[in-house]
C-alpha cells in the first residue's frame, strides 16, 4: 500500500474512534462468564463515509461470522442507494431527474423518504431531508473560505422543503416540484442500515449484537462474553478533541434492546475562516445549527435515533427537549454549548445512565 494511502486510512481510522458514541468494555465486567455462546467482532469496515462495526453473538462462531456477512451486505446496499456523493446511487437519479420526471426507488429509498417527512413534520421543519441545496452551498463556502452572502442563501432556501416532494405510494415514486431541489439522507440513513443489518443478524440466527455505523449503535439481546449488558460511552463533548477517545466518557449507557444516535459538531463539520460550522443546517435560516453542543436520543429504532437527533439539534434546547419528552419510548440528553456543557434529559433518561 503506497505511503499516502496508508495515512489517509490512518487519520480516517483516528477520526472514527472519535465518534460521539462508543462500544465501551471495562475489566469489571469480565467476571461475567455466558455459557454455550461466542461472540465474533468484525473490527472496523469502511462504508457509508465512515466505519462501521458489528458484533454478533451466536451459538457457534459459524453462525455469528455469516450474520456479520449478512450484515454488512445490508449495510453496503444502503450506501449504494443512498449515497449522496456516488453518481450512480438512486438518490443521485432523483437529483439529477427528480423535476424532469417522477423517479421510480427501490422500496427501502421510498420508506426513506416516506419516514423523513414524517419526522419533517413532527419537527416542525426542523428535519428536512431536502436541505441538499444548502449542504452544497456550505460545502463550497468552505472551500472558498468564506460564508456564503445571504443572496446565496436565499437563492439555496428558495429549494428547499419537504412540502415540495411529491411521492406516489403506488408507483414507490418521487417528483420534485421546484427545480434544483436535492434530497440528502445523510441525516437519516445510517440508522436506516443499521435497523435493516439488525434484521439480517436476527434472521441469521444471532441471540445478540450489535450494530455500530459512525457511532450510532443498536444493540440487541445478549452482551458478548464478560459483560451483562451493553456499555455504550458517550464522548464528552468539552474533550472531543481527544482524538483517540482516552479521557473517560461523559457518562456510559447501559442499555439492552435500544438505538443511540448522536448529533453534534464533534468531527463532521466545516471550517471557514478558522470557525467550525456544525454539519446540520437550520432549513428555515440556512445557517448551521448551533443550538447544541450535541444531542443524544436513546429509542428502539435506529432510523428513529438518527432523524431525531438531526431534528433536536436544529431546534431550540426547549423546543427539542420538549418534543421527546411527548413521545413514549424516547430519551434525550442534550448537552448545552460551550462554555457551559449544560447536561439536560428527559425524565425518563436517568434509567439508563450507569452510576
Ligand atoms: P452524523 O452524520 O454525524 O451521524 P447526523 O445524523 O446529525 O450526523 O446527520 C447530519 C447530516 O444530515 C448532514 O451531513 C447532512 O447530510 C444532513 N442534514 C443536515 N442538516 C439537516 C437537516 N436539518 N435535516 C435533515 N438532514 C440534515
Ligand atoms: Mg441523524
Redesign the pocket.
Same mark, same amino acid.
Given at each position: 500500500m503506497d505511503r499516502n494511502r496508508r495515512i489517509a486510512i490512518e487519520i480516517i481510522a483516528l477520526v472514527f474512534l472519535a465518534?460521539?458514541l462508543y462500544f465501551f468494555v471495562s475489566a469489571k465486567d469480565k467476571s461475567v462468564g455466558s455459557i454455550g455462546r461466542v461472540d465474533v467482532d468484525s473490527g472496523m469496515h469502511e462504508v457509508m463515509?465512515?466505519f462501521a462495526r458489528v458484533v454478533a453473538v451466536a451459538a457457534d462462531s459459524n453462525t455469528a461470522k455469516k450474520c456479520i456477512e449478512a450484515s454488512f451486505a445490508e449495510i453496503k446496499n444502503v450506501e449504494k442507494l443512498m449515497n449522496?456523493h456516488k453518481s450512480d446511487s438512486e438518490i443521485s437519479e432523483l437529483n439529477r431527474d427528480g423535476f424532469k420526471r417522477a423517479v421510480k426507488v427501490s422500496k427501502s429509498t421510498y420508506e426513506t423518504i416516506e419516514k423523513?417527512i414524517k419526522? %419533517?413534520k413532527l419537527?416542525g421543519g426542523?428535519?428536512?431531508?431536502?436541505?441538499?441545496p444548502?449542504?452544497d452551498l456550505w460545502h463550497s463556502a468552505e472551500e472558498e473560505n468564506s460564508t456564503p452572502t445571504d443572496a446565496e442563501l436565499q437563492q439555496a432556501r428558495s429549494k428547499v422543503g419537504y412540502d415540495k416532494l411529491i411521492l406516489d405510494g403506488n408507483e414507490e415514486s418521487i417528483r420534485f416540484a421546484t427545480e434544483g431541489m436535492k434530497v440528502?439522507?445523510?441525516?437519516?440513513a445510517?440508522?436506516y442500515a443499521i435497523d435493516e443489518a439488525v434484521k439480517a443478524m436476527q434472521k441469521g440466527g444471532a441471540v445478540g449484537g450489535m450494530v455500530d455505523?459512525?457511532?450510532?449503535i443498536r444493540c440487541f439481546g445478549s452482551p458478548p462474553a464478560g459483560q451483562n449488558i451493553w456499555r455504550i460511552g458517550l464522548q464528552d463533548p468539552a474533550v472531543a478533541k481527544d482524538v483517540m477517545n482516552t479521557s473517560k466518557p461523559l457518562l456510559i449507557l447501559r442499555l439492552t434492546d435500544a438505538a443511540v444516535?448522536? %448529533?453534534?459538531d464533534?468531527?463532521?463539520f466545516v471550517t471557514i475562516g478558522g470557525k467550525r460550522y456544525?454539519?446540520?443546517?437550520?432549513?428555515e435560516s440556512g445557517h448551521?445549527?448551533e443550538n447544541l453542543a450535541s444531542?443524544t436520543i436513546i429509542c428502539p429504532s435506529a432510523i428513529d435515533a438518527?432523524?431525531l437527533?438531526?431534528?433536536v439539534?436544529?431546534m431550540s434546547k426547549e423546543k427539542g427537549l420538549a418534543l421527546i419528552e411527548q413521545m413514549p419510548g424516547v430519551e434525550a440528553i442534550l448537552i448545552t454549548p460551550a462554555p457551559e456543557f449544560k447536561q439536560i434529559q428527559t425524565a425518563g433518561a436517568e434509567k439508563f445512565i450507569e452510576r
Open positions: 465518534t460521539a463515509g465512515t449522496y423523513s419526522f %419533517s419537527s426542523a428535519f428536512d431531508v431536502t436541505v441538499g444548502l449542504v440528502d439522507l445523510g441525516g437519516i445510517k440508522g455505523i459512525g457511532g450510532e444516535a448522536t %448529533s453534534g464533534y468531527h463532521r456544525s454539519h446540520i443546517v437550520d432549513p448551521s445549527s444531542v438518527d432523524a437527533s438531526t431534528a439539534a436544529v
